[in-house]
C-alpha cells in the first residue's frame, strides 16, 4: 500500500459520523458497572445491576452492528487523542468487519454468565461480578484499539480478572489450572512484548495501521512473526501449547469457561489475523506449511482424545482443540473462502462451545457430577434440556443446517482449493466430532437411569440458552448477512498479502 493509500486509511480511522465516543462507551460501561456493584451490599441488587449493565452494553454493541458500513474495508467509529507523547502512544481506536462480531459476542456473553451464574455462585458474589464486567472491558478493549500498547494493556488486563475466577471460584484442582493457565499465558505475553518493541523501534510509532503492510526484510518478519506466533498459538491454544486449557476448562465456574472458550481464544486467531499477515505477510507464507501441519494435528489429536473422555466438561475442553484448529487452517489456508470460514468458525465456536458449557453447568448444578455415565439416561426426566443440549451437540459436529456446518465447509473449501492433503485430514477430524458427539449423546439421552428426580431446565436457564439457539439456526440457515459484513475487511487484507508477498 503507497503512502496516499496509507494516509487516507489513516485518515478515515478518525471518521466518526456519530460524533459521540461509542467505541469508549462500549469498553467503559462494564467497567462503570463493576465499580458501582462495589460500592453495594444488598446481593440481589448487586446481580440486578451487573445484568443491567452487561445488557445495556450489549444494547450499545447493537446499535454499533446496525450502524455499521458493509461497503468499505476501513476502520469505523473512530476515535483518537494523543496519549503518551514522549514515545508515540496513543489512544487509538477502531472496528473493522474482522471485529465487529467479536465485540457483540462479547457483549452478548456477559449477561449470559451473569444469569448462569445466579445460584451456582455461593459465595463472594461481588468480587465474582466485578471480575466478570472488568474481563469484558478488557476483552472489548482488545477488539477495539488501534494502538499496539493500548492492545497490550487490555491484553494483559484480561488475565488477572481470569486468574481469579479459576483460582477463587474453580473446582477441586484450581490452583494447579490458575497458576498453569497464568505461567502459560504470561509467557506468551512477554514474546508478544518483543514484538511490539520491535516494530517500535522500526517504526517509531506504535500504531498499529502504521505498521502493517510496510516492505520489511524477510529477517525482520520471520522474528517478528515468531514472537506473536508464540503468543497467539498459547492462546488459541494451538497443538503444542494447548495442555493449559483442559485443567481450565475443567476447573473454571460456568461463566468462567464460557468466557474462556468463546472469547479468550479467539484473542489468538484474532491476532493472526491483525497482526501476523498484515505485519509479517512473508513470513506467514514462509511459516504456513507449519501452521497447517499444527492445525492438521490439533483437529485429529483433539478428536481421539474427546472419544477416550467420560468428563462431559473436559470432553468440551479437548473439542475446542480441535475446532480451533479449523480456524488456523482457514487463516493459513491464504484464500477467500477459508479467511471467511475462519471468521464464522470464530463465531460458530464462541455460541456453541459457551453453550454446551452452560449446559453442562445445568446439570452439574442438580446432580455434582459431570461425568458422562453419572448423567445418563436424562432424555427420560429432562425433556427440555436434551432439547437444548442436542441442538447445541448437533452444531459442535457440523450438522447441516447449523452454523458450524458453514464455517466448516467454507474452511474446508478454502483449504482443498491450496492444499489437498490437509482438506482430506480436515474431513478426518470432522468425522471424529461427528463420533464422539453422537457418542455424548447417546449416553445422555437414552442411556441407563437410576430413579432420580431432577427438575428439567426453569424459564432462567431458557432464557439465556434460547438467544444462543437462534443465533446457531440463524447461522446456519442463512449465513449471508454475516459473511457480507466480513467480507471487504478479508478481502482487502488478502488483496495486500498479494501485494507485499
Known amino acids: 500500500m503507497g503512502c496516499e493509500r496509507l494516509k487516507a486509511m489513516e485518515q478515515l480511522i478518525m471518521m466518526n459520523p456519530l460524533d459521540f465516543p461509542i467505541l469508549s462507551t462500549t469498553i ?23 445484568f443491567i449493565t452487561g445488557l445495556i452494553t450489549f444494547a450499545v454493541s447493537l446499535f454499533l452492528y446496525f450502524n455499521f458500513r458493509t461497503d468499505t474495508y476501513n476502520f469505523q467509529f473512530g476515535e483518537h487523542m494523543q496519549w503518551i507523547p514522549t514515545f508515540n502512544i496513543n489512544y487509538t481506536l477502531g472496528i473493522d468487519g474482522i471485529t465487529i462480531f467479536l465485540i457483540l459476542l462479547t457483549t452478548l456473553l456477559a449477561p449470559i454468565c451473569i444469569l448462569c451464574s445466579w445460584t451456582s455462585i455461593k459465595e463472594r458474589f461481588k468480587e465474582f461480578l466485578f471480575c466478570i464486567l472488568v474481563m469484558e472491558t478488557a476483552m472489548i478493549g482488545v477488539f477495539c484499539s488501534l494502538d499496539l500498547i493500548l492492545f497490550y494493556i487490555f491484553w494483559e488486563a484480561m488475565l488477572i480478572p481470569m486468574y481469579l475466577l479459576i483460582a477463587v471460584w474453580g473446582g477441586p484442582r484450581k490452583d494447579y489450572a490458575s497458576i498453569k493457565f497464568f505461567i502459560y499465558t504470561l509467557f506468551g505475553s512477554v514474546f508478544l512484548l518483543v514484538a511490539i518493541i520491535a516494530l517500535y523501534l522500526n517504526n517509531g510509532t506504535f500504531s498499529v495501521l502504521s505498521a502493517s503492510y510496510k516492505d520489511y526484510s ?191 465447509i467454507y474452511v474446508l473449501i478454502g483449504t482443498f482449493l491450496q492444499h489437498k492433503l490437509a482438506g482430506f485430514l480436515a474431513v478426518v477430524g470432522a468425522v471424529l466430532a461427528a463420533a464422539y458427539m453422537l457418542r455424548l449423546l447417546k449416553q445422555i439421552i437414552w442411556g441407563r437411569v437410576d430413579k432420580r428426580v431432577i427438575a428439567d431446565m426453569n424459564v432462567r436457564e431458557i432464557i439465556y440458552l434460547l438467544p444462543l439457539a437462534l443465533f446457531v439456526l440463524w447461522m446456519g440457515i442463512f449465513p449471508r448477512p454475516f459473511v457480507a459484513v466480513i467480507e471487504k475487511s478479508l478481502s482487502f487484507l488478502m488483496t495486500q498479502m498479494r501485494t507485499y508477498n
Open 28 to 50: 467503559f460501561l462494564p467497567l462503570l458497572g463493576a465499580l458501582l456493584i462495589l460500592l453495594m451490599k444488598n446481593e440481589k441488587a448487586m446481580k440486578v445491576t451487573g
Open 218 to 408: 524477510m529477517t525482520f518478519q520471520t522474528w517478528v512473526f515468531l514472537a506473536f506466533a508464540i503468543a497467539f498459538a498459547i492462546k488459541v491454544p494451538m497443538f503444542p501449547f494447548h495442555t493449559w486449557l483442559p485443567a481450565a476448562h475443567t476447573e473454571a465456574p460456568t461463566a468462567g469457561s464460557v468466557f474462556l472458550a468463546s472469547v479468550l481464544l479467539k484473542m489468538g486467531t484474532y491476532g493472526f489475523l491483525r497482526f501476523c499477515l498484515p505485519i509479517a505477510p512473508k513470513a506467514s507464507i514462509y511459516f504456513a506449511p507449519l501452521m497447517i501441519t499444527l492445525s492438521v494435528i490439533g483437529i485429529i489429536y483433539g478428536g481421539f482424545v474427546c472419544l477416550s473422555q467420560t468428563d462431559m466438561k473436559k470432553l468440551i475442553a479437548y473439542s475446542s482443540v480441535a475446532h480451533m484448529g479449523f480456524v488456523t487452517l482457514g487463516i493459513f489456508s491464504f484464500t477467500l473462502f477459508g479467511l471467511e470460514g475462519a471468521m464464522l468458525q470464530m463465531l460458530n465456536h464462541g455460541i456453541t462451545t459457551g453453550a454446551l458449557f452452560l449446559c453442562v453447568g445445568i446439570i452439574y448444578e442438580r446432580t455434582h457430577s459431570r461425568e458422562i455415565y453419572d448423567n445418563a439416561g436424562l432424555g427420560k426426566i429432562m425433556p427440555i434440556y436434551i432439547g437444548f443440549f442436542g441442538f447445541f451437540s448437533l452444531s459442535a459436529f457440523a450438522f447441516p443446517g447449523t452454523n458450524n456446518f458453514v464455517g466448516e
